[in-house]
Every structure is written in C-alpha cells, then in structure tokens.
C-alpha cells in the first residue's frame, strides 16, 4: 500500500503565498510522475503542475509564472510553491503519483492512481 499525506494548505490573502507539501510511503520501488490536482466547488478536477522523476515540469496556464513544483526523491516528497495567489486559486488540492510498489502479493505493480486526502487553500479577496 502507498499513502499520499498533504500539508501546507491554509487561509491566505489575495497576493500572498502558501507552499503545499505531499509525503508518499509504503512499500515504494520507484515513483515516476508526480502531480497536483485542485477542484474548486462545482467544477472538476483539474491539472494544476506535474514534475517527472527527471524534473521536468508541466504546468496549467492559469499558474504558469506563479505557482513552482518540485520534488525531493530521497524523501519522496513534491511540493508545490504558490505565490501571488488569486481568489479563483481557491480549491482543494490533491496530491498524485504515479507509483511502482510492492503489493500483497509480493509482486511489484504499477499504479498511477495513488491520491492525497486534499487540503483545503482558500484566498481571500
């Protein structure tokens, strides 16, 4: 089993900055992609940056030039630096990973479908 534990979210003014951290454990080979995900009320689920085991990035257009992934493979950790934060940035977000462990079995298997609890960012106008 792999468990995803999000922190770092909280009540922030217009303009100001939060940075969310996501901590993967259990029986983890290796993890791949890495991502975080918001949805805000009434809307879906939406991309808001990914990061490779290779560091390379990949972010909304909304965040771009705002919002920093990052990523400590020795602690399995990404993290997600938010500056300028908007009103409309308010969601929860959610933590993904793309992730080889070890199942029950004994047998190590691909799954990219490991999430976080979510943790809530709320901005204020």
């Known amino acids: 089993q792999v468990q995803l534990v999000e922190s770092g979210g909280g009540l922030v003014q217009a303009g100001g900055s939060l940075r969310l951290s996501c901590a993967a454990s259990?029986?983890?080979?290796?993890?791949?992609?890495m991502g975080w995900y918001r949805q805000a009320p009434g809307k879906q689920r939406e991309l808001v940056a990914a990061i490779t085991s290779g560091s390379s990035t990949n972010y909304a257009d909304s965040v771009k030039g705002r919002f920093t992934i990052s990523r400590d493979n020795a602690k399995n950790t990404v993290y997600l630096q938010m500056n300028s934060l908007k009103p409309e940035d308010t969601a929860v977000y959610y933590c993904?990973?793309?992730?080889?462990?070890?199942?029950?079995?004994?047998?190590?298997?691909?799954?990219?479908?490991?999430w976080g609890q979510g943790t809530q960012v709320t901005v204020s106008s």
């Open positions: 259990g029986s983890i080979l290796s993890i791949n992609a």
């Open positions: 993904n990973a793309d992730v080889v462990a070890r199942q029950s079995s004994g047998s190590y298997y691909r799954r990219s479908d490991y």
